[in-house]
């Protein structure tokens, strides 16, 4: 089973800005992958989702964070900028879905999360 691998995450102030990475083990033939996130309370969301040729955002993180696909690494980044307090969640990459959108039951592999923390 290939495994995904989340790196990047941490702690930053309003309006900062990080990169995740996403690594998967091994070749997962399905070109959609993603980025969800889940915060204390909530039901994980959709975040980003990234297919050969299209991108798709949540309304939330449009204009600011941008998913993207390192071919030379076999990695999967999402850049975030002008983090708001609100984003603060467990960050997760997903792959394989039988549909690429956002929606969480549609992906079969996922990453263990990356914890992204902003503060005011």
């Known amino acids: 089973q290939v495994q995904l691998v989340e790196s990047g995450g941490g702690s930053v102030q309003v309006g900062g800005s990080l990169t995740l990475s996403c690594t998967p083990s091994g070749r997962i033939w399905n070109s959609c992958m993603g980025w969800f996130r889940q915060a204390p309370g909530k039901e994980r969301e959709g975040v980003a989702a990234l297919d050969t040729d299209r991108t798709t955002y949540a309304e939330s993180v449009k204009g600011r964070f941008t998913i993207s696909r390192d071919r030379a690494k076999n990695t999967l980044v999402l850049q975030m900028n002008s983090l708001k307090p609100e984003d603060t969640a467990m960050y997760y990459c997903?792959?394989?879905?039988?549909?690429?959108?956002?929606?969480?039951?549609?992906?079969?592999?996922w990453g263990q999360g990356i914890q992204v923390t902003v503060s005011s």
């Open positions: 997903a792959a394989d879905p039988r549909m690429c959108t956002l929606i969480a039951s549609e992906y079969n592999l």
